[in-house]
């Protein structure tokens, strides 16, 4: 297995823009979810899915934060419009049975 | 909710000694805590977890206590090499529920040759 796959990597945009990051989870995993990490605030968790439904997105900072899983096989989380402090890692991770968390490699965005 | 306090935020310890990091929780009701370590640049990784049914655990290096009448466990790494050098963050979460992990603030461990 490839693991929680993340796309892109790295993005870096202008403020203003719309940004959209990709999450595959590991297959047969029922449970993703999407982190960000600063050095300021470390490791939060902006909302997590449980069977393609969200569960809790109490941690999604403002409605200029969404996140969608139309399958179980695919998130997005998008920001729009993006501003200088969104810049942060994004990690997406997955779990089975809400146990032990695989994380993604993570996006690196920055907001200029 | 859950809320997870973690010390100390930075540690600093020689090549062979050892490290201990600890963390407490404030929901009761919580069962699963796992450890994960965090390398530059890179991401989070389950080093070792303790469910409550169990007071310690250990893995080669590294072991895991837990007291839940205290609501606190523990991360002990012994022999301490350069390699572990990192990032490491204790959570707390419901097992087996539809529950999200609580992580702590992280400890930044640097193993001094």
């Known amino acids: 297995d490839a693991g929680v796959i993340q796309s892109p990597r790295h993005e870096v945009t202008e403020m203003g823009q719309e940004v959209t990051l990709r999450c595959k989870p590991i297959s047969g995993h029922d449970y993703l979810f999407w982190y960000r990490q600063t050095m300021m605030r470390g490791l939060e968790l902006l909302i997590y899915f449980n069977n393609n439904v969200p569960i809790d997105d109490s941690g999604m900072p403002e409605d200029r934060f969404s996140a969608k899983m139309p399958n179980a096989s695919f998130s997005t989380l998008k920001i729009q419009p993006s501003e200088p402090r969104d810049s942060a890692v994004y990690f997406c991770?997955?779990?089975?049975?809400?146990?032990?968390?695989?994380f993604g490699p993570g996006t690196r965005l920055t907001v200029l | 909710g859950e809320n997870v306090e973690q010390h100390p935020s930075t540690l600093s310890v020689q090549e062979g000694d050892s490290a201990v990091i600890k963390c407490t929780y404030s929901?009761?009701?919580?069962?699963?805590f796992p450890w994960y370590k965090q390398e530059l640049g890179k991401r989070p990784q389950l080093i070792i977890d303790i469910r409550s049914n169990v007071g310690e655990k250990k893995d080669q290096r590294i072991a895991v206590t837990l007291n839940k009448t205290a609501k606190h466990f523990s991360l002990h790494i012994t022999e301490t090499q350069p390699e572990d050098s990192a990032v490491y963050f204790c959570a707390a979460s419901l097992a087996g529920t539809a529950s999200k992990l609580t992580f702590g603030t992280g400890t930044r461990l640097q193993v001094t040759l």
């Open positions: 929901d009761s009701a919580s069962n699963y």
């Open positions: 991770a997955s779990s089975r049975g809400g146990n032990e968390q695989f």
